[in-house]
C-alpha cells in the first residue's frame, strides 16, 4: 500500500520523500513525466534513529515558505513469526517492535519538531491496524507496536492542541488489504495460527481490498478538512 499512495502521490507540484529498504525505478519514471519532485532513501527502519537524524536534517533544510502542506505518513511495518509469544524469538520481536513502534515514534518526534515554525498545514498519518484494537493469538508483537501506535497518537493529538500552529494527527486503521502481509498470514499453520480460517476466507470472498483502492482511501482521509478531529480513526467508520 506504501508504493500505491506514493504513485497516487506524484503529482505536479508535489514533493515526496520515500523511505524504504530499496528504490523504485518505476516511481522514478513516474516523477519524470509527472514533474513531481521525488527523493528515496534507502533505510532499514529497523533502525529509526538514523532515518529520523537524516529527516531532520533535510526538512531544517527546507524553506519554509516551499510547502503549503506538510505531511508525514508511517506506513512501515512487519509480522514475526506467526505463533504463540511463548516460542518467539528475541531478536525477531526486538525487529518487529523497532519498526512497527520505535521508528515512527522517532520520525514524528524529528517531524513535528522540525516543521514547527512552518506556517502551512502540518499532518501526520500513523497507518494502524485493527489488531491494534482487537487481540489476536499468535500475533502479540504485532498487536502490541499497532496498539502502541493508536496510544501514541493520542497522546501526540493532545501535545499539538495545546499549541498555536499544532499538527494534525490521525492514527488511522486501512481495512483489510490484498497485500504480502495478508499471503504470510495464509501461510502460517493452523496449529500456529487459530484464525487461518478467517483469513484464508476474506481471500476467497474477495473481501480483501486492492492497494490501491486502500490508498486512494487513506489519502482521502488525509486530505479531509476534518483530519486529525479524531486521533485514532479507521476508513470503515
Not at 56 to 69: G, K, N, Y
Not at 77 to 101: F, M, W, Y
Not at 217 to 233: W, Y
Request: proline share 4%; charged share 20%; with cysteine.
Amino acid at each position: 500500500m506504501g508504493l500505491a499512495m506514493a504513485r497516487q502521490l506524484l503529482r505536479p507540484g508535489n514533493t515526496l520523500l520515500c523511505i524504504s529498504r530499496s528504490t523504485d525505478e518505476t516511481l522514478a519514471d513516474q516523477a519524470q513525466q509527472t514533474g513531481a519532485h521525488l527523493v528515496q532513501w534507502t533505510q532499514d527502519l529497523a533502525i529509526g534513529s538514523h532515518a529520523s537524524a537524516r529527516l531532520e536534517q533535510w526538512l531544517r533544510e527546507q524553506s519554509v515558505q516551499t510547502f503549503a502542506t506538510v505531511s508525514l505518513i508511517n506506513n512501515a511495518g512487519v509480522i514475526p513469526r506467526i505463533g504463540p509469544l511463548s516460542g518467539a524469538d528475541a531478536d525477531d520481536l526486538g525487529r518487529a517492535l523497532r519498526v512497527g513502534l520505535e521508528a515512527p515514534m522517532q520520525l514524528t518526534s524529528v517531524f513535528l519538531r522540525a516543521t514547527q515554525s512552518w506556517p502551512g498545514v502540518r499532518r501526520v498519518l500513523n497507518i494502524s491496524s485493527g489488531l491494534g484494537r482487537r487481540a489476536m493469538a499468535s500475533q502479540a508483537a504485532y498487536c502490541a507496536a499497532k496498539a502502541g501506535m493508536d496510544h501514541f497518537t493520542r497522546c501526540v493529538a493532545l501535545d499539538e492542541a495545546a499549541k498555536t500552529n499544532g499538527a494534525k494527527v490521525c492514527s488511522l486503521a486501512p481495512g483489510v488489504i490484498d497485500t504480502g502481509m495478508q499471503d504470510q498470514l495464509r501461510a502460517a499453520g493452523s496449529n500456529a495460527f487459530p484464525d487461518l480460517p478467517a483469513f484464508v476466507s476474506l481471500k476467497t470472498t474477495g473481501s480483501l481490498a486492492s492497494p490501491e483502492e486502500a490508498a486512494a482511501r487513506v489519502l482521502a482521509v488525509l486530505m479531509r478538512p476534518d483530519f486529525g478531529v479524531n486521533a485514532v480513526a479507521d476508513v470503515r467508520d
